[in-house]
Nanobody, 128 residues
Framework: QVQLVESGGGSVQAGGSLRLSCVVSGRTFSSYDMAWFRQAPGKEREGVAAINWNGGMTYYPDSVKGRFTISRDHIKNTMYLEMNSLKPEDTAVYYC?????????????????????WGQGTQVTVPS
């Protein structure tokens, strides 16, 4: 049974920073593609970062490029999302997701339907 547990959310002023963590149980974390998604009230879930199984490929949409950094630690079975220069529009529940890797690159890094495992989510609030 694979479990993903996020932590690190909270409330931060605009321009501030947060680091989210996602601990993955199981022995096959190093073979998973991983991603961070977010969902704001009334909006669809959107991908904000993805990383391939060995960390060699990372993906960011324009909305967060240059502000967010995804990384992974195979010793700790943990994925991270460093978020800087936070904006009110970044307010959402953030989810980590994973799937067994199929190739070196991720063909659809931001498609939620492609991910098998999900965490319970952690709230990030940036007041306007």
């Amino acid at each position: 049974q694979v479990q993903l547990v996020e932590s690190g959310g909270g409330s931060v002023q605009a321009g501030g920073s947060l680091r989210l963590s996602c601990v993955v149980s199981g022995r096959t974390f190093s073979s998973y593609d991983m991603a961070w998604f977010r969902q704001a009230p009334g909006k669809e879930r959107e991908g904000v970062a993805a990383i391939n199984w060995n960390g060699g490929m990372t993906y960011y949409p324009d909305s967060v490029k240059g502000r967010f950094t995804i990384s992974r630690d195979h010793i700790k079975n943990t994925m991270y999302l460093e978020m800087n220069s936070l904006k009110p529009e970044d307010t959402a529940v953030y989810y980590c997701a994973g799937r067994a890797s199929q190739a070196y690159t991720i063909s659809r890094p931001y498609d939620p339907a492609d991910y098998t495992y999900w965490g319970q989510g952690t709230q990030v609030t940036v007041p306007s």
